[in-house]
């Protein structure tokens, strides 16, 4: 019988390895990385895109999963680049895209929602499938 060794995050020193000798990347507390790591979010946030890998991460125990902690990784804020803009021609073709869903394909009008292609809809607008039958009449207060 081979014997699984689980690691077990219990306290925040679990979770602190900074010069990267446990972990593959340098490992902080949660709330505890330095100013200049951030998350993809904080990124995002800020306009930006992260431009490389991730540097660091942050890992927070858990009580009930304590074999599982959160992980956020970071990235050096020095780093992060301008998020891409789309061209016009890509803009057009996203445009066009989303049209094609909003047309219903019983009654060809453009419904200005995403028609789902899943039941109970099947790519009709809400109207034709009540008209089927396949969704329920609402009941009038």
């Given at each position: 019988m081979s014997e699984t060794s689980t690691r077990v995050w219990r306290t925040e020193l679990d979770c602190d390895d900074r010069l990267g000798e446990r972990h593959p990347v340098p490992t902080y507390p949660w709330g505890k990385a330095p100013m200049h790591l951030i998350t993809r979010r904080q990124?995002?946030?800020?306009?930006l895109s992260p431009g490389h890998p991730p540097v660091a991460q942050m890992l927070r125990c858990r009580k009930r999963h304590p074999d599982r902690p959160l992980r956020a990784w970071l990235y050096d804020v020095h780093h992060a680049v301008d998020k891409r803009v789309p061209s016009?021609?890509?803009l057009d073709s996203i445009r066009k895209a989303n049209r094609a869903w909003r047309i219903c394909s019983r009654c060809r009008r453009d419904v200005g929602y995403r028609i789902p292609r899943t039941p109970p809809c099947s790519g009709e607008c809400v109207d034709c499938a009540?008209?089927?039958g396949r969704i329920p009449r609402p009941v009038a207060a």
């Open positions: 990124i995002r946030d800020a306009g016009p021609a890509q009540t008209t089927a």
